[in-house]
């Protein structure tokens, strides 16, 4: 079963930056989709089982940014 995690994510000031967070988080085991969007600060990720918020929180962090679940 899809599940849908949202974080709040900030310093993100543009396309580079969402393109940044993506490919971090795409490694992430179970990913299935990722819609960042630097305007709003945030990011929602669809996969196919329950996520590890640490990890999550730790792809952003690698990226360059802060998050935090929503």
Do not use: W
Request: charge should be negative; charged fraction near 25%; include cysteine.
């Amino acid at each position: 079963m899809a599940m849908t995690n949202e974080y709040r994510v900030t310093g993100m000031t543009c396309a580079h930056c969402e393109s940044a967070v993506r490919g971090e988080v795409s490694q992430l085991e179970g990913v299935e989709q990722i819609d960042v969007s630097a305007a709003d600060g945030r990011l929602v990720i669809v996969s196919a089982g329950p996520l590890d918020d640490a990890a999550v929180l730790a792809a952003v962090d690698e990226a360059g940014y802060e998050a935090a679940r929503i």
